[in-house]
């Protein structure tokens, strides 16, 4: 039997069209809470609609709604591909 290695990553590596799980959010304090207020919880699936490499925001499919969050942000969440 083999095991599946997945790999990890933040979020905003990420390229449009993209699927992934949450691992952890590295933020605290409001951001961290806010994030958390909109569904950003270890295990949820996430869907990477539209990520601009230089320019803000990520725009994300997660809990079958859409989410705008900044590079900044996104460069705190982990994820599993």
């Known amino acids: 039997m083999s095991m599946v290695e997945n790999k990890t990553t933040n979020l905003d590596k990420l390229k449009p069209g993209q699927e992934c799980k949450l691992i952890d959010v590295h933020l605290t304090g409001a951001n961290g809470q806010r994030l958390m207020d909109m569904g950003f919880m270890p295990g949820v699936k996430i869907k990477v609609l539209r990520n601009?490499?230089?320019?803000?925001?990520?725009?994300?499919e997660i809990r079958g709604y859409?989410?705008?969050?900044?590079h900044a942000e996104a460069r705190y969440i982990e994820v599993s591909l």
């Open 66 to 70: 859409n989410v705008s969050i900044r």
């Open 52 to 60: 601009a490499p230089l320019t803000d925001p990520v725009e994300l």
